[in-house]
């Protein structure tokens, strides 16, 4: 029987990893124009049932194909020799629709999906010999074999792939292979229409293994083929080669699934095609937000709200504008079946005082030259059906751009002022409110006189139902500044609001930085850094020569645990860190992160425990303290840091509930620097779960909730499950972008590249959606109107169709 090679979840062994691309397409494609097919005397042994072939060196990545003839359904298990001697395995399961003539040849039922790509590791540069590839558990070597060193042209594969899932979204990387530092334009044709086209020229985090520098694309296709029909899509360059994965079938409807069954369609198909939605969710550009809100912001049912609401009309750089104000008043006449007060033209402590007696149950401000959108009123109403809602809020469009909001989230909040753009406030709050003095107070003191029960009281409604067209002027952004300083001082003396240097032109929002200060009992606390290993001595070095470096904390404790390690450059560096005061603990045996974890807090001394990974690298001094300060104020149950990949990329920014219909990390298409949208990848905010590679919680906390499930999650989503019962608990989770840290991700435990590790994942999946099922789809943190699709960047498009926007509050479902 062969072996399949186990890569431990901390060692990175110097064979192989495996990136295998979920690209499944049409097995009834036809070839590929512009490539030829391989005839068989080039690769192929006449006669055999095993076919395939070495192909060559990209960078570090081996490429090729194989074939099992007699069951060309099957991926065939192939392994990786130097000088004869196997060293590594791997599945040939990546899709090569270069060759798909070729497999047809072979056998009529066989898909693409014959292709390997294998990680070699980095080699010693004065290392011979000869690189191989044979069928695991055979003799039979695949033609192609090479020596290292040796230029091999790389095949079609290594240059260019394009990636779809069913929508309207392709995704993938081109390289032109005579001048590799040239942008190509990528273009899509259906027939010989060309439908769309783009440039080359992003970085995408999931070929970092693949290509070097900025050569990935993202391509929207025409929302005139999201009509439910199939279609044939074509990619290529500029110079019509077509990109490996091309054609892609793209089959989706703008209104969903749901919406090509017939009416009288049986429950079970409804359920299918609801599960097929979740799974596989679809998505638009943002370029498409004018065509997706005119679809599905259509009227509500036509009911007459029993609440009258005052509007005050307030002062904006469009105040002497007739035109603007003409506008503002009639989007506001226009809201049909709503009981409404007009107040303005006057101080706004006049027309305030004037609302506050005028009987009404709900007062909300518009700015002047604002514009509220057709039946804006009567679905910001909805909100206060909740019963016990005091203050609701919705979206906003600020240039043709929408603003989709979180619910209730304080940090984001005073970073931002997100909530107060349109915010109405039941009659009982504003009346406490009479000696307010502009907008800015108005609404910053609303949300200070809800703020200890703000999870509950304040509710979103997540329809983007206000049109800021007048900007802010700077008097407005110092009433802004003032107000939300006023609201930080009345709860959390201890945090100070800083604004950002740096932040982009034109910006529509504030952008502040909460410094929390660390109070003076803070040093005499315990820190313990809990780090598991096996092996790996180089990335364990780094990881905690940087972590001393950066780190001042007096009453540091740095545990190692010790997951099995065999290697004498392990074993002489745990000596060395011993004497330098680290606490290794041996736990041998099976790899499971949470039990390691668990056992290892249980044992520790501190009062504050963070779970690091051994491929993390701290990056500058604070990075500790700006946690700790996070995590000590109230109510906070856990604080997770901006991790960065070795390129300056963004490597998590939080985690986003119901991505893949399981979870996700932002801000992965985003740099260390880049805003991201209305400064989520600048700006501290709460989230519903952060990555255990850098996560600090209470020590106390840790345990009362039972630590991480290593029944369950072992090895994957251990880290979501904690977070979501600290959510659970009635804590928050904060993420702060002033701790950063680099992380290799993956470079320790390897990829899920074994029949093995892959089952294993597919349980853990399984395991989050039974457990968090509903949770998932209703991320507090995230949007209903964004996409879920896993390749897609978050906030970068829009789903189709929306999920559930009803009314929400702050607290998971």
Not at 272 to 285: C, F, G, N
Not at 542 to 559: M, N, P, Q
Not at 721 to 744: E, M, N, Q, Y
Request: aromatic share 6%.
């Amino acid at each position: 029987m062969v072996e399949i090679v186990e890569q431990h979840p901390f060692r990175r062994e110097s064979c192989l990893i495996i990136y295998a691309l979920e690209m499944k397409p049409d097995s009834a494609a036809t070839r590929t124009p512009g490539i030829a097919p391989l005839s068989r005397s080039e690769n192929l042994s006449n006669g055999s049932r095993w076919q395939g072939a070495v192909e060559g060196l990209h960078g570090q990545l081996l490429y090729g194909w194989a074939l099992d003839c007699e069951r060309p359904d099957a991926r065939v298990i192939v392994e990786v020799c130097l000088n004869d001697s196997p060293f590594g395995t791997i599945a040939a399961d990546v899709a090569r629709t270069d060759l798909l003539e070729s497999f047809c040849i072979l056998a009529s039922d066989s898909d693409a999906c014959h292709g390997f790509v294998a990680d070699i590791g980095s080699q010693p540069a004065n290392l011979q010999g000869t690189l191989s590839v044979r069928i695991a558990n055979t003799d039979v070597a695949l033609p192609g074999s090479f020596s290292l060193g040796e230029s091999k042209t790389p095949p079609a594969a290594a240059l260019n792939t394009v990636i779809g899932d069913g929508g309207l979204r392709l995704h993938g990387w081109a390289v032109d292979p005579e001048d590799p530092k040239r942008v190509l334009t990528i273009r899509a044709f259906v027939g010989e229409r060309m439908v769309a086209e783009t440039l080359a020229n992003v970085t995408h985090p999931f070929i970092r293994g693949y290509v070097d520098g900025a050569h990935g694309f993202d391509l929207a296709l025409p929302n005139s083929l999201a009509d439910g029909k199939v279609h044939n899509v074509r990619v290529v360059d500029d110079h019509g080669r077509t990109l490996n994965g091309s054609p892609l079938t793209i089959s989706c409807s703008v209104n969903g699934m749901a919406a090509l069954l017939p009416e009288d369609a049986d429950p079970l198909t409804l359920a299918v095609a609801d599960i097929y939605e979740r799974h596989l969710p679809r998505s638009l550009p943002l370029s498409a937000w004018p065509e997706w809100s005119t679809r599905f912001d259509a009227p509500p049912p036509a009911v007459i709200s029993v609440l009258t609401t005052a509007i005050l009309i307030t002062d904006s750089a469009a105040r002497n504008d007739p035109a603007a104000l003409d506008r503002t008043h009639e989007s506001i006449r226009k809201q049909e079946g709503m009981a409404v007060q007009i107040f303005a033209g006057a101080p706004f402590s006049v027309m305030l005082a004037d609302a506050l007696t005028a009987g009404c149950d709900v007062i909300c401000c518009v700015r002047a030259g604002d514009t509220l959108t057709p039946h804006a009123l009567a679905y910001a109403l909805e909100g206060f059906s909740r019963p016990e809602a005091t203050l609701v809020y919705t979206d906003t469009e600020q240039n043709g751009r929408p603003w989709f909001k979180p619910a209730w989230n304080p940090d984001y909040a005073l970073a931002s002022d997100y909530p107060i753009d349109w915010l109405l406030v039941r009659m009982d709050v504003a009346s406490a409110l009479s000696s307010a003095r502009d907008q800015a107070a108005f609404a910053w003191s609303a949300l200070s006189a809800a703020w200890s029960n703000g999870m509950h009281s304040i509710v979103h409604v997540p329809r983007v139902l206000y049109r800021m067209l007048s900007p802010l002027e700077p008097e407005e952004r110092e009433c802004r500044n003032a107000a939300a300083w006023q609201t930080v001082c009345a709860h959390e003396p201890s945090v100070t609001l800083e604004s950002l240097p740096g932040v982009p032109s034109g910006l529509t929002h504030a952008a502040r930085r909460l410094r929390a200060a660390l109070p003076d009992s803070a040093r005499a606390l315990t820190v313990s850094l809990v780090i598991p290993t096996r092996d790996r001595a180089d990335l364990l070095k780094r990881c905690i020569d940087t972590i001393r470096r950066f780190t001042s904390w007096a009453k540091l404790e740095i545990i190692v645990i010790d997951n099995g390690s065999t290697e004498a450059a392990t074993k002489s560096y745990f000596a060395e860190i011993i004497e330098l005061g680290v606490r290794v603990l041996p736990m041998p045996g099976p790899f499971n992160y949470a039990d390691l974890n668990n056992r290892a807090i249980a044992q520790a001394t501190g009062d504050i425990v963070g779970l690091v990974n051994n491929d993390i690298e701290a990056l500058h001094e604070g990075w500790l303290e700006e946690i700790v300060a996070q995590l000590l104020r109230p109510g906070v149950g856990a604080v997770g840091a901006k991790l960065l990949w070795p390129n300056g990329m963004v490597q998590h920014g939080g985690v986003l509930l119901g991505v893949g219909n399981v979870a996700g990390h932002f801000g992965n298409l985003l740099s260390d620097d880049d805003w991201g949208d209305h400064g989520r990848n600048q700006l501290p905010q709460q989230v519903s779960a952060c990555t255990a590679a850098c996560l600090f919680l209470r020590r106390h906390d840790y345990l009362d909730l039972g630590g991480m499930d290593a029944h369950a999650f072992p090895v994957a989503f251990n880290d979501v499950d904690l977070c979501l019962k600290v959510r659970k608990s009635g804590k928050s989770i904060i993420w702060t972008p002033f701790a950063k840290l680099l992380h290799a991700e993956s470079a320790s435990r390897g990829h899920e590249d074994t029949p093995q590790k892959k089952s294993r994942a597919r349980r853990e999946v399984n395991e989050l959606r039974r457990k968090w099922g509903e949770v998932l789809q209703k991320d507090p943190s995230y949007h209903p109107s964004a996409n879920l699709d896993p390749q897609a960047h978050a906030y970068g498009g829009l789903a189709i169709p929306p999920r559930t926007r009803e009314p929400r509050k702050g607290t998971l479902p």
